[in-house]
């Protein structure tokens, strides 16, 4: 039996470690805005070559709080991709603005020739998602931002340490933000996010707001929230920050054997395999392919004890008809949901399970 995902093993691969880091911190009483914090902040920028990062609570969070530091406001309009996790529009929503859903494009990223006719006399932003660990064709969005006098933002929840063109996702626009749920590429033991920007001014807007708009004297200086990324978790990312350089090399390799396992098959439409020519670094957060008789696919390989995962339950963000989009059709992207699935990825998966998986998914097609 391959799972989609090994919780356990996040913890299990490196326990004693784990422990030793949280006796230490408990120990200390070092729980909340202490110097694991500060430390995990300053090496985690370092990694991706920005100025600040700010640890927040949760991805979701540091999206809303980004939206807010940089003056989004009521009506405004921040045009997304509809593939993408509800919680992109939902940060939107929460400031008082309209996320304006466009279309899948041909790399399956936010689709750059569908956002220039979205764009209206309240349009604020682009939202660049780098879903599955990719990049989308940033040059060309930040062609469209500029344009139109438009600030560009980046939901990286899923693409810590992509790059595009040598420059790391989060970094393109006005600020980036990153999740470290337990299941993203660099996953604490519960709920953690980040915000990263180069600009002075928002990221001391994001440090007041995430802790009740008081500065480093306690003084209250505006209108905050709590949304603090917990000391404890802190250490914990900085721990897995030190080897998270490897973990993006075996995503890769994973990658590659998958590539190379399937990309004869007709029937199949594979991500990018990675490559050193490429404009894009992936990380793959996911192996997200699109398949014919995807369903008929999932259910063989589940019964061979292979367990895949349909992004997102297979739908996209304007078909929840209770949120009120008024995007209802986007034919890509429903396209998109019909056919993807995502395959097991993860640090945790051997080569033999790979190879596993690669043979039944043949076998599939062979004997259809
Ligand atoms: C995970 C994710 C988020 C939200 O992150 P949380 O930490 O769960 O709040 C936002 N956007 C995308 C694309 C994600 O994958």
Redesign the pocket.
Known sequence: MIPFFNYQALFRDNEEKYIEIIKDVCSRGAFILQEDLENFEKNAAKFINVKHLIGV???????WLGLKAAGIKKDDEIILPSH??I??AA?IHFVGAKPVLAECGYDNMLDVNDIEKRITKNTKAIMA???NGRCCDMDKIKELADKYNLLLLE????AFGAKYKNSYAGTFGIFG?????P??LLGCFG???ALVTNDDEIASKVKLLRDHGRDINGEVIEWGFNSRLDNLQAAILNEKLKTYSNDIKRRREIASRYHAGLKDLAELNLPQAPTTKSDNFDVF?NYELRAKNRDRLKKYLDEAGIKTIIQWAGSPVHSFKNLGFSENILPKTDKFFDECLMLPLNVTLSDSDLDFIIKEINNFYKNK
């Open positions: 609570a949760n991805g979701t969070d540091a999206i993408t996790y919680a992109s940060a998602v780098q879903v939901d990286a929840a899923q933000t990153f999740s470290f749920y299941a993203k709920d953690g996010g957060q």
